[in-house]
């Protein structure tokens, strides 16, 4: 599905670096507010966000962990250089993951299922076969799995990162305060400006917090064609009973669910029923959200700026119309806001 509108978005204005790197602290990146009422576009910083929310109000975190995602490799008979770019895992226990020769190879790197992918003398992969709905992923079945698995990726893995990030940040760079379940491609970086201070203080106004977890697919599969066609990848998400409860608490006396990410409205909308009601579970979600879907379990969001032509315009429009959000994104462009999961963010209330 083609995303709602396109819209110039300057190279300069991608954020290269870190806030912290930038001489600001996390919350002070620039916050952008949409009105759902009357339509009205603020402008702010991100540390002011309480004056935009009202006691009683719910913001649901995504508590998912970034991986260190990208492995480098090496096929074990011809000794092509591969980096495996980590997608999502599967119930199988296999996972799902972008293959991708690297810069320097003279010859042809011929990608097939049966290959072996050797990352160090712990940690070896064999290639299965072609994903059935994203043609650009492999299924592999690493040697270990479990907790060992995960070590291992912590050991020789790195962030995954796109050419508009100026430097190899380190891991710590690509996690939220709050994170704690491993399991994410990339960031969920619509969280990434929440400080404990921020909390704390988000707290003592009464604005409550709960927590579900979904972890984040790949942004991108390196594909101009495939990444313009939006494929809804699948997505692993949990919640529990004291985060249902809580939401559909927060309902009934009258306060807001507020989404932090975009994750987080594709998770609740999967499991919210007709009336609204939210139930805890565990399950896989390829819910793209769209204009044309109701919001039931969600009232705001906040995100980050989205690039021209990117999915998640497609879910903004299921809060906004698009002429809105359209004009939203000229002002943030006017006001030389910073894009990407470094930038600064936008809040939809």
Known sequence: MKAPFSFTLPSELAASSPPERRGIARDQVRLMVINRDNYQVEHSHFNH???FLRPNDLLVFNSSRTLPAAIDGYEVTQKHRVQVRLAQHSPDDSWLALLLCQPGEHFACPLHSGMQINFSPELSAIVLERDSN???LWKLRFSVGGTQLIDLFYKLGQPIRYEYVSAPWDLDYYQT????EPGSAEMPSA???FTW????????QQIQTAYITLHTGLSSYMDDELDALHPASQEEYLINETTANKINT???VGGRIIAVGTTVVRALESVVDFDGKVHAGHGYTRLHVTSEHKLKAVDGLLTGLHEPEASHLDLLTAFLPKQVIRSAYEQAVKERYLWHEFGDLNLIV
Do not use: E, H, P
């Open 49 to 51: 966000l309480g004056a």
């Open 134 to 136: 994203i043609s650009r």
């Open 177 to 180: 305060v709050y994170a704690i």
């Open 191 to 193: 969280g990434r400006a």
């Open 197 to 204: 201070q921020l909390m704390f203080s988000l707290k003592r």
């Open 250 to 252: 927060t309902r009934t």
